[in-house]
C-alpha cells in the first residue's frame, strides 16, 4: 500500500456488540433467575388468554437430601418439554411437588433418637411425626433452589406436597373410595420385608446387591408313590398269570412303584432358614426326570452306595458333582414319568424328630408349577407358600397352609422347636444364625446331599442397605380383580381391565418401548399391598369389627359419616387427627359404638400417597387440568414400577381410567465410563458443582444433546466436549448481534427483492422451522437441538455468514447488505426463540442484548410464525448444485492454504470444470463471491488430468491460479481496476461505498 493510501478500516461496516464471548454463566445466571423472578415471568404467561392448557404433572422427587445428577436430568427435561410447550401456543402449567411421607425420612429421625440413645417407641406419635414433618419442611427449601438455580421453571411459590393438609385429606379420601367400592381386603400374602425397618416395602424401594449365602441340596423322602389304581394293580398281580400278560405288567408297575418309596427326591435353595416352612415341591410338566443311583462314593460325602435320588436329567450332573460324585459313581436306574410324580408324596426332612412334638408331620405333595425350570438347581423347587410369590399362588391353588414362623425381626418363634430364637438377620442387618441352625438339623438327620457356598443378587431395602426377606404378613391389599361397581366402566370393570386397556387407548408411550414395560407389569402383577408398618404417613383411616375374621361380613366399617368426619378433622389438621388421643370416638361418633370396632394404624404405602397426587393437584388446583388428568408425566425407566404404576392403579381404582395422556420416560445417569454412579467409587458428579464451574446452561445442554431415552454418560470429558458447542454456538449469536447493530424496520426488504442467497437462507428456515415444531411436540429435544446446531454452524457459521461477511462489512447501503441484515434479524428471532428451552440463560443474555427493557424476556415469546412463501424446494434443488461445486473449489483452495501458495482464498481466481448443466446453473450466480475468491472462471471444457477433484464429487475439478490485479485496499480483494478510481487503492465497489 502507497504511504499516501488512507487507512479504510474506519469506513467499513464492522460488528459492534457488547455482547462477551466469555459467557460468565455461574455468575452471570443468578441474576437472570432473579430477574425472571422480579418480573413474573411465569405468572405473567399464565395470563395469555385463549391458549389450550398443557399440563406437565411433576412426579415427586423425595425431601431428603441434596439433588443428584439425575434429579438434575429430570427436572431439565421437565423444563424444556414445558417452555417448548408454551412457545409452541399452549398454556404449559408446571407445578413442581414433593414426596413428604415415608420410610426414608422416617428412617433419619430415628436415627438421631439412636445416636442420642433414645427409644423411638417411646416418643409419642404424633410428637414424633411433627418432627418427621420438620425435617420435610428443610428440604423441601433446599431442594427448591437447587431446582430454580437449574433454570426451571414453575409455580415455585405455591408448590404441591403431599404432607399439605388438603393432601392428606384427600388420600385418605382416595383410600376411603377403595373402601367403600369393595377392592379393599386384608389378606396374609408375602410380601417384602425389611426387618431392619420392620415394614413391608414396595418393589419400587428394593435395589439388587450381590452377597454370599450357603446353596444346599436337601433330601426329601418319598413316603408314597401309590397311583389311583394300586388296589387294582395289586389285585392283578397276585392273580394267575393270563395269557394277555397282565399279571407281569402289573407286577412290574409295582416294582416302579417300589422303586420310587425307595428314593428321595432332591431340592436346591439359596434360603435354608425357609426349610421349616415347606409345604410342597413342585416339578415342571414337560421337562424329563430320571432316577439316579449311586454305585460308588468318595471318602468324604453325605450319600451312600445303593441310595436313589429323583432329579432333572439336564441338572443331574451337576447336582452329583456337588455331591463329590464323578461320572462313573451313579447310574441312570429309569425316566420317571409325569403321572408317576403326580402320585409322589414326601415327607418334611425333620419330620418325627425327637422333640420336634410333631411340628413337621405332615405329607409334602409334589405338585406341578410352570414356574420350574431346568436351567439351575434340581429340577424341584422347594415351596414355602409364606415365603414367595410363586409359592403362595401354588399354596393357593392347592389349599396349602400358611406358616407364621418368622416374626417381624426376622426372628424364629420362640416355641419352634430347635430354631426357636434364631434370626435370618441381625438387627444390623447382617446374617443371624437362622441359616446355620437349619444346616446343621438337616445335617445332623442326614437329609444334605450337598452344601456351597455361592454369590448370589438378592434384594436389599435402598434405604437401610440392609436384606429383605419374602415374608407372610397380615397386610391390607387392593383387589386388581375384583369387579369395581362404580359404573365408570369405558375401560373395564376391574383395575387390571381398565389399567391395560388405558395403557393400549388412552395413553402415548415415548419412547413406545415404555408401553411394553407397564403392560407386562400389570398384566402378572398380584393385588396391590396398600399398608405399612410405620408412623409418617397418612393412616389406612379404616375400622374393624372386633369378633370377625378378614373376609366376614361386616368386617370393614363402610360408613359414609364416619368417613366424612375422617376428611373434614384431616383437613383442618392433617393427618396427626388419626393419632390424637379419642380419636376413635371423634370419627365413629354417637352412630357407631367405639366398643366394637378397632381401629386400623398401619400407614399407607408412599405410592399410594404419590399415585393419589393427580386428585389433589390436577382436579383440585386452579392451576390443575380441566379434566384431572395430565397431559405428560415424565419420569426415569424406573417408574414403570414405581410412579407411573401407582398412579395407573390408584386412578383406574377411584376415576376408571389412567390419570395421563402421555407418559415419556427418560435413562439413568452414569459416569463417562458407562459405570453406575456410586457414592462408593466415587464417581457422582453432583449438579451443584457442574453449575458452580461451568454454569446451569452447559449441564441443560448436555441434556440437550443427549438420547435421553438410553443411559446417559457424564463426565468431566463430556462436559468440556458440552461446553465446545456452547462456544460454537455462543459465537454464532455473537456474529448475529454483532451485525445487527442499529437495525431498524427501515431497513427491511420484501422477500421478492431478494438475493438467491437470502431466500435459500429462507427457504431452508423454513425447513427448520417444521423440523424443530415436530421435534419439540415428539419431545426429541436431541433432534432439535442437533438440527438447529448443524443449521447454526453448517449452513450459516461456515457458508452464509462467511459469504455475506463481504457484503455486511464493505457494502454501502446496498440493497444486498439491506437484505442479508433483514434475514439476519429473521434468523435470529428464530434461533434464539428455538433455542429459549434449552439454553435458557444465554438466550435470554442473547434476547436482552438486543431488546433491553424491564418486561423483556425471550421467555414471554412464542416460537415466530414462518410465512408458506419461504418455501421453495425449486430453489433448495438449485443452491444443492451451488454448493456441491463449492465445496470442490474450497477443497482446492484449502490445499494451496495449507501449502502457505496463499494466505487467503481473495488471492486466487481458480477455474472450475462442470457439466454443461451445472455450468448454467452457475452463470445466474455470483459464484466468485460465493466461493469468496477475487474471480473463477466456469468452464465445461475437459479438465486436466491433474486437477484437483473430491471422491463424491467426480463431475467437479478445479485448476488453481493466483488472482490478476492489486489488492483493494478495503475489502481486499485482488481485481484489475484496482487504484483506478477515485478513492486511492479500492475496487469500484468500495470506491463507491466511500461516496464523493
Known sequence: MCAETPDYKQTLNLPRTDFPMRAGLPKREPEWLARWAQIGVYDRLREKEGRVPFTLHDGPPYANGHLHIGHALNKILKDMVVRSQQMMGRDARYVPGWDCHGLPIEWKIEEKYRA?????????????????????????????????????????????????????????????????????????????????????????????????????????????????????????????????????IMQAALGREAQLLAAKVVIWTTTPWTIP????????????????????????????????YLLADALAEDVLTAARLDAGMYRRVRTVQQDELESLICAHPMRGLDGANGEWDFDVPLLPGDHVTDDAGTGFVHTAPSHGDDDYAIGVKHGLSMTYNILDDSSYRADLPFFGGESILKPNGKPGGANKAVIEKLTDVGALLARKRITISDAHSWRSKAPVIRLNRPQWFAAIDKPVGDGQDDYGTTIRERALRSIDELVTWTPKTGRNRLYSMIAARPDWVLSRQRAWGVPLTCFTRKGLKPGDEGFLLQNEAVNARILDAFEAEGA????????????????????????????LDVWFDSGSTHAFVLRDRPDGSEDGM???????????????HSSMLQACGTMGHAPYRGVLTHGFTLDQKGMKMSKSIGNTIAPEKVVQQYGADILRLWVAQSDYTADLRIGDEILKGVADSYRRLRNTMRY???????????????????????????????ELDQTVRDGYAKYDFQGVFQAVFTFATVDLSAFYFDIRKDALYCDGDTARRRAARTVLDILFHRITRWLAPMLTFTMEEVWLERFPGDDSSVHLEDFAETPADWRDDGLSAKWATVRRVRRVVTGALEVERTAKVIGASLEAAPTVYVTPEAAAVLETVSFDDLCITSGITVTTDPAPADAFRLDDVADVAVVFARAEGEKCQRCWKILPDVGTHAHAGVCARCDAALGA
Not at 423411638?120 to 427449601?141: H, I, L, N, S, T
Not at 413342585?282 to 471318602?299: D, K, R, W
Not at 395430565?630 to 407411573?644: I, K, N, P, S
Open 116 to 248: 442420642k440413645g433414645q427409644d423411638k417407641d417411646a416418643v409419642d406419635v404424633v410428637d414424633f411425626r411433627q418432627e418427621c414433618r420438620k425435617f420435610a419442611e428443610g428440604w423441601v427449601d433446599i431442594q427448591r433452589e437447587e431446582f430454580k438455580r437449574l433454570g426451571v421453571t414453575g409455580n415455585w411459590d405455591d408448590p404441591y406436597l403431599t404432607m399439605a393438609f388438603h393432601a392428606e385429606r384427600v388420600i385418605a379420601e382416595e383410600f376411603q373410595k377403595f373402601l367403600m367400592n369393595g377392592t379393599l381386603y386384608q389378606g396374609s400374602k408375602p410380601v417384602m420385608w425389611s426387618p431392619v425397618e420392620k415394614t413391608a416395602l414396595a418393589e419400587a424401594e428394593v435395589e439388587y446387591h450381590d452377597r454370599q449365602t450357603d446353596a444346599i441340596w436337601v433330601k426329601f423322602p418319598i413316603v408314597s408313590a401309590a397311583s389311583p389304581d394300586r388296589d387294582n394293580m395289586t389285585a392283578l398281580a397276585n392273580e394267575e398269570e393270563t395269557p394277555d400278560g397282565r399279571k407281569a
Open 277 to 308: 416352612q415347606n409345604r410342597a415341591i413342585c416339578f415342571g410338566p414337560g421337562i424329563s426326570y430320571g432316577l439316579y443311583e449311586v454305585t460308588a462314593m468318595p471318602e468324604e460325602s453325605w450319600v451312600a452306595v445303593g441310595q436313589t
Open 576 to 603: 396427626d387427627a388419626w393419632y390424637k388421643e379419642g380419636a376413635k370416638g371423634r370419627f365413629l361418633g354417637a352412630d357407631v359404638n367405639a366398643d366394637d370396632y378397632d381401629q386400623v394404624f398401619d400407614i
Open 630 to 644: 395430565a397431559d405428560l408425566y415424565l419420569e426415569g425407566t424406573d417408574q414403570h414400577r414405581g410412579w407411573f
Open 736 to 766: 448475529m448481534l454483532g451485525s445487527l447493530a442499529d437495525f431498524s424496520d427501515s431497513d427491511r426488504v420484501a422477500l421478492a427483492d431478494m438475493p438467491e442467497l437470502e431466500r435459500w437462507v429462507l427457504h431452508r428456515l423454513a
